[in-house]
């Protein structure tokens, strides 16, 4: 069960890196629905390529911390991390689909847009879901 969960999360974190790339890169597809806006259709933020690197990289070393978790494979990490790092990652992405409560998560006021559409259909759930498969982890021996 551990290595399958493990599997599924590499995958889903490889897929969100490699949009992330695209974006960053330049790509337009599906750009629209992903960024927050207000009501009036105003960007809320406008990432730039430094910004989808960011998150890509972090996606991908993500998914090679899981990895390494679901495999229980030896690598030279800090304590800590080793320790703690699929508790900062399920956190992380269950905050994310909680939300800020404007904008974006399952109590988001602003909801009729494009992307608050997608975020209570797609982005939180999978967000959710992430989280905890994540914590799962921490959890199966």
């Known amino acids: 069960m551990k290595m399958l969960i493990g599997l599924i999360l590499v995958a889903v974190f490889l897929f969100l890196a490699g949009i992330h790339f695209y974006w960053g890169l330049g790509g337009k597809w599906g750009a629209e629905a992903t960024i927050p806006t207000k009501e009036n259709?105003?960007?809320?933020?406008?990432?730039?390529?430094?910004?989808?690197?960011?998150?890509?990289?972090?996606?991908?070393?993500?998914?090679?911390?899981?990895?390494?978790?679901s495999r229980n494979l030896q690598i030279g990490w800090p304590e800590w991390l080793i320790n703690y790092g699929l508790w900062g990652i399920g956190t992380l992405f269950i905050l994310r689909a909680i939300g800020e409560f404007k904008y974006i998560g399952f109590f988001k006021k602003i909801k009729g847009t494009r992307f608050g559409q997608m975020d209570t259909k797609f982005y939180s759930p999978l967000c959710l879901v992430i989280g905890l498969l994540a914590l799962s982890l921490q959890f199966l021996k």
Do not use: E, I, Y
């Open 41 to 69: 259709n105003q960007k809320v933020m406008n990432p730039g390529l430094f910004s989808c690197f960011v998150v890509a990289f972090g996606l991908l070393g993500f998914g090679l911390f899981v990895f390494v978790k």
